[in-house]
């Protein structure tokens, strides 16, 4: 763990990527110190959240920025952010040299208002680049004191060796985390629809418990699926294009309502706490936008040690995919 990080570290990140605009300001505010009353203090944002409304750009940022400054209360969270986003028209083009990330960085910390971002993820890979490179780059805004420690989001697993090989080497850091696409019942998802994102695999899962690296995962409760199924059923029209409505998946649902029944916690607290049964240290990102939401999120925490064991092999005899 990064000695600058808060300790202990709360087991769950708020992610904040339509703060702002779904949840609005007020129920943003809200679930922010309901999420730090709990013991929450690791925060994940981006330069780009929700710039997909027009309007306003850096929306998520600001709004971490102004809470953080009436609350008064920067000196406990963990802050992490991300840049290198390509342009929301153009989904392809990769923005990693060292210009957009100087130009990013800028902005996201005058936007949070700080002057150190606690975690600094780069949002893609630009496998153009040698890996090395892109970690020179992050050292030296370490160096600078704009960022304590550095991620990469959406780098395969290939890449994500590369850097620790180079870190090494050279005696640097190196990347402390990853932040790819992972949740109960990835592997039967889907393909990913949008270019550069990445995956956790079998591959990701062996580095991450031999090398330590943490891990972050965004739709780290399978964007709702299961709780979704539970309320509508499988074969619901509103579920039909789904990317988690796979045969696979839908086995899992099954199984998660069933032990939702005997064991009393909540399908949505049942998806989180599987995460619990992983041999690696894992820093699931939340992605809330009701209260309802943000309890059952917290209720994972509570679910106990019987559970997690049937929660360990609930994807087993399985062997339908997409």
């Known amino acids: 763990m990064n000695p600058v990080f808060p300790s202990p570290l709360f087991p769950l990140s708020l992610g904040t ?109 630009d496998i153009n680049q040698p890996v090395g490179h892109l970690l020179e780059t992050l050292e030296s805004f ?59 695999d079998e591959s990701g899962e062996a580095f991450l418990a031999r090398s330590g690296t943490l891990l972050f995962p965004y739709s780290s409760q399978a964007t709702g699926y299961y709780e979704k199924v539970a309320l509508w059923g499988a074969e619901s029209e509103k579920l039909k294009d789904h990317p988690f409505n796979t045969p696979g998946n839908n086995t899992i649902a099954a199984r998660l309502v069933a032990l939702s029944t005997e064991s009393d916690y909540s399908v949505s607290a049942l998806t989180l706490a599987w995460w619990r049964t992983k041999p690696y240290t894992v820093q699931p990102i939340i992605g809330c936008r009701t209260m309802e939401q943000l309890d059952d999120s917290l209720d994972s925490l509570k679910v106990d040690e019987a559970t997690l064991q049937i929660l360990a092999s609930i994807e087993d005899g399985i062997d339908q995919g997409v």
């Open 142 to 200: 370490r160096e600078k004191g704009w960022i304590a420690a550095y991620g990469g989001s959406n780098f395969s697993t290939a890449r994500l060796e590369e850097a620790q090989r180079f870190a090494q080497d050279q005696g640097i850091p190196g990347f402390v985390a990853s932040q790819p696409m992972a949740c109960l019942g990835a592997q039967y998802r889907k393909p990913l629809e949008i270019p550069l994102l990445e995956k956790l």
């Open 17 to 125: 990527a339509t703060y702002g605009v779904d949840p609005d300001e007020a129920t943003s505010f809200t679930m922010l110190d309901c999420f730090a009353e709990a013991g929450g203090n690791q925060l994940d944002t981006a330069r780009v959240y929700s710039d997909w409304v027009p309007g306003e750009t850096g929306r998520s940022e600001k709004l971490l920025g102004r809470w953080l400054k009436s609350r008064g209360c920067r000196e406990r969270m963990l802050i992490a952010t991300k840049g290198g986003h390509p342009p929301m028209d153009n989904m392809t083009r990769v923005r990693m040299n060292e210009a957009e990330l100087i130009h990013d960085i800028d902005l996201s910390r005058k936007a949070l208002g700080i002057d150190m971002i606690d975690l600094y993820w780069l949002h893609r890979d």
